[in-house]
């Protein structure tokens, strides 16, 4: 790290106040152990990890910034590209598919006129098909801006879900 | 078929809860669980809960014998490898001077098991006792809970559930009096399947890309900051209490020789009612089934993979002849893994299924062995051409060929998980690979 404090930073002071509470859990010399919660701290606020976001989230750990590169491009809930104000993932592994998953992200696809990893021209939504999410029992089961988990998906619930969505959507 | 005419037919015939039916057989991690409410620290305590902690530091018992009474119970972890839990807690060095550390696994994302997701968020303190315990008996004072990142409300809640425990004096300094202190933190993934290998994980708690580690050295040598450390399953942990509070036989009696306790079955696919169910280990398939309403739409049961998607496949007469226990699913030819048993009827076809199998292997590789990371994909693609029509006649040999030399070259356990489905799906269903090659279509009418 440099001497010289950083005069510009990114993210605002209760950002930094959730990722000083991250650094906390970790002993001293291991700050690095918060990199992934900074990372996810920082693209709730940023809206995705930019270079700029990476550059940030190593500074202000001590980490070279390749290292935090590496792990926001490994870990798949990171974006590293800017999503739609309403990214949602829907499961389709084969427990899911077994009930309707993937019909849940094809009627999504038709419904919004777009494939998976695309966004609507309105910049409002954007489709992921997702690996395991952990909750088959629920299947269909979609997640929302990597945090909000719908469980039983089908098509009235995925009409309203996107209603209620765009309702809440802040103007471009 | 269109895409508008299905809809989610469970949402209106049950609550959202998937083990809250009241359909468990002596539960003893779900027991008493049956609102989303239910999950604080009161409610934990009426459930006879921190009951186990409070005997070992009151009574004070040594962590021999925390250590020997695990033993006596003949608990596995409930992972997927099925270790014996107190082998490993003996593994830890009992002199070592200086920082050891303690890692709950809740990094719970192999296809089909949903079963840690409804023990943190409806049942935290169970697993905070547990590793309390744990920490008492290998002498250790930090713990993290690591969960898996697509189940954020659960990590918040997690997180709330430390808040109350450390207020009660179940966590932090001198706990309840003694001089016994544990500081316990949850760790939020960011999706990445291979994290739930207990190596990758580390990497992963140190700030870094889950790639897996080399073994040895082994975890209870080199692990956490290159500290001892002990890596158990959610579950595993969950099973503590009752264990310390019942004793080690009674556990044992619970399930059958070698295989003690419950375990969390997470039933998906084709039955009436998916959800998890605690059973007695060795509970016949069939009342497993039974427990999940049957099968869907009152079809015939085809196919089930047992224990999670990367264990094989087997036929319906086998499985309606098999126990749920670590053993008996082995000797049946497959492995109990981590408890999540995927039914598939009669409507489905092999090649299909395994190709959303073959694709989530490839997909989750993490790139590090080049036998997983270019195998991975070669047998995705060849199971997609097969899927559609133009598959060759010497492409299920060669599937066969690539399984085999991905199982047992790589660091990790991934590669077996992504070789052992295509060997098993070849080995059960080959004249359903062999008629999609020669037809170019499905011998099964309706597929998933």
């Known amino acids: 790290m440099s001497a010289v404090p950083n005069p ?49 989230v190593g500074s202000y750990l001590g980490m070279p910034a390749i290292a935090v590169h590496e792990v926001a491009t490994f870990y798949n809930m990171y974006d590293t590209t800017r999503p739609g104000q309403f990214k949602l993932a829907v499961c389709t592994c084969l427990p899911c598919a077994l009930r309707d998953g993937a019909k849940a992200g094809e009627y999504l696809k038709q419904k919004l006129g777009i494939d998976y990893n695309e966004t609507t021209a309105d910049g409002l939504f954007t489709l992921k098909e997702s690996e395991c999410l952990g909750a088959c029992g629920d299947a269909p089961v979609l997640l929302v801006n990597n945090k909000r988990m719908c469980s039983f998906m089908g098509a009235e619930k995925l009409d309203a879900l996107i209603d209620e969505l765009k309702s809440s959507a802040r103007s471009q | 078929m269109g895409a508008s005419d299905f809809r989610a037919s469970l949402a209106d015939v049950r609550s959202m809860e998937t083990c809250f039916h009241g359909r468990h057989i002596q539960p003893q991690i779900y027991a008493g669980l049956n609102s989303p409410d239910g999950w604080h620290l009161k409610d934990y305590e009426a459930r006879d809960g921190y009951k186990a902690l409070r005997k ?129 933190h949850a760790f939020h993934g960011y999706g990445a399947y291979i994290c739930g290998e207990e190596t990758a994980l580390l990497e992963s708690l140190e700030g870094k890309k889950g790639q897996p580690r080399f073994k040895p050295p082994f975890p209870a040598s080199f692990g956490l900051y290159g500290k001892p450390t002990t890596i158990n399953n959610t579950e595993t942990f969950a099973a503590v209490p009752w264990i310390i509070r019942n004793g080690g036989q009674p556990y044992l009696e619970v399930g059958k020789p070698n295989n003690g306790g419950t375990k969390i079955f997470s039933v998906s696919g084709d039955v009436a009612l998916p959800g998890n169910y605690e059973v007695p280990l060795g509970t016949p398939f069939a009342k497993l089934l039974e427990l999940a309403g049957g099968m869907r739409d009152g079809r015939k049961l085809k196919m089930v993979i047992p224990g999670g998607s990367s264990m094989p496949v087997l036929p319906a007469d086998i499985m309606m002849q098999t126990d749920m226990d670590y053993d008996s699913i082995v000797k049946a030819g497959s492995m109990l893994g981590s408890g999540a048993v995927i039914v598939m009827d009669e409507t489905r076809c092999a090649v299909k299924s395994l190709l959303r199998l073959s694709y989530f292997y490839y997909e989750e590789s993490c790139g590090q062995c080049t036998p997983c990371r270019e195998g991975t994909g070669w047998l995705y693609r060849m199971v997609n051409r097969i899927e559609h029509g133009q598959g060759r006649p010497e492409d299920l040999d060669r599937l066969n060929q690539i399984a085999e030399n991905i199982q047992g070259r790589t660091i990790c356990a991934l590669g077996d998980a992504a070789a052992m489905p295509v060997r098993a799906f070849l080995k059960h269903y080959w004249d359903e690979f062999a008629y999609h090659v020669e037809h170019k279509t499905c011998m099964v009418p309706a597929y998933v």
């Not at chain 2, 839990?85 to 002199?95: A, E, N």
Request: with cysteine; charged share 25%; net charge negative.
């Open chain 1, 8 to 56: 510009k930073r990114l993210l605002s002071d209760s950002a930094y106040a959730l990722i000083d509470r991250e650094v906390a859990k970790y002993p001293s010399d291991q700050k690095q152990s918060a990199v992934m919660a900074a990372l996810a701290i920082a693209q709730d606020e940023a809206g995705w990890v930019s270079p700029e976001v990476i550059d940030d």
């Open chain 2, 56 to 184: 070992i530091l009151q009574e004070g018992l040594t962590p021999e014998q925390v250590i020997a009474e695990v033993k006596a119970s003949g608990l596995r972890g409930r992972g997927g490898a099925g270790f014996p839990s107190g082998l490993k807690w003996s593994f830890m060095p009992r002199q070592f001077q200086g920082a050891k550390y303690l890692v709950c696994n809740s990094d719970e994302g192999e296809p089909g098991t949903f079963k840690d997701r409804d023990i943190l968020r409806y049942n935290p303190h169970i697993v905070i006792e547990g590793m309390a315990i744990a920490a008492y008996a290998m002498g250790v004072q930090t713990g993290y809970n690591y969960i898996h990142g697509e189940i954020f409300d659960v990590y918040k809640r997690f997180e709330e559930a430390l808040e109350e425990a450390r207020a009660a004096g179940y966590l932090g300094d001198k706990i309840l009096g003694s001089d016994f202190s544990f500081q316990l």
